[in-house]
């Protein structure tokens, strides 16, 4: 899936070969990475701040293969004058974003290669309604629930509703509806599968020495989730 739109203004380059393996995959991965960088252009360079984004409650990822049409949750401190230019522009991209994975020429064990990085982005286009401090609860608590949810042992925060109450008003929640879609999952599918093995045995920290910043675990899992089709098509074509 390289671009679902209403307006489809491109954001990121997609390369042919680095699509998404599907719908499913990229509403996946924008599930998994609920920290995101929402950006808004104006004179100038544009403007960016690093916010959680959230799926609201009634909002299951498990029963979408696409995001345009979905609304979403963000919210950043009332001090932060960002959501003054969302209100004035309300166009926002949103781009979630895994760990990036070098890959070293010695794991290809052939001559006259080059390195690269592996990793997955994914853009989303939308408008933003601004919420009211009551709504603003809802997303706030709404977060700390999907983040808790990838924990062990999750933190219940019914002794803390007061204080989320008491602090909300220095919080500006919005909601985002998804207008466009764009996704780059570029994890070594050109390779044969021996050599795509040793990239994502290094990124799970598998087989010699990771290099500092890895392993790469979510690359290694986004890499084991790519169908086996897909593979096997780019070791014919190699």
Request: glycine share 6%.
């Amino acid at each position: 899936m390289e671009c679902h739109y209403r307006k489809c203004a491109i954001t990121v380059y997609t390369y042919p070969a680095y699509h998404a393996p599907d719908g499913r995959a990229l509403v996946d991965f924008v599930a998994a990475t609920p920290f995101a960088v929402a950006v808004t252009s104006q004179t100038g360079a544009p403007i960016g701040t690093h916010v959680p984004v959230v799926f609201p409650p009634d909002l299951n990822p498990a029963d979408h293969e696409s995001l345009v049409g979905q609304t979403l949750w963000l919210h950043l401190g009332r001090a932060n004058p960002h959501w003054k230019r969302m209100l004035e522009r309300p166009e926002v991209l949103l781009i979630h974003s895994s760990s990036h994975g070098y890959v070293s020429p010695t794991l290809y064990e052939r001559p006259k290669s080059v390195p690269t990085v592996d990793y997955t982005a994914v853009h989303l286009t939308g408008r933003v309604t601004m919420f009211d401090d009551e709504d603003a609860l809802l997303v706030v608590e709404q977060t700390v629930r999907q983040l808790e949810a990838t924990r062990k042992h999750e933190w219940d925060m019914s002794d803390s509703r007061d204080v989320f109450r008491a602090i909300i008003g220095g919080v500006v929640a919005f909601g985002i509806e998804i207008t466009a879609e764009q996704a780059v999952f570029k994890l070594s599918q050109d390779m044969p599968g021996d050599i795509r093995k040793r990239v994502r045995d290094e990124f799970a920290g598998q087989g010699g020495e990771p290099l500092p910043g890895c392993p790469h675990a979510d690359l290694a899992k986004l890499m084991d989730s790519l169908p086996l089709s897909e593979q096997s098509n780019n070791e014919r074509e190699n």
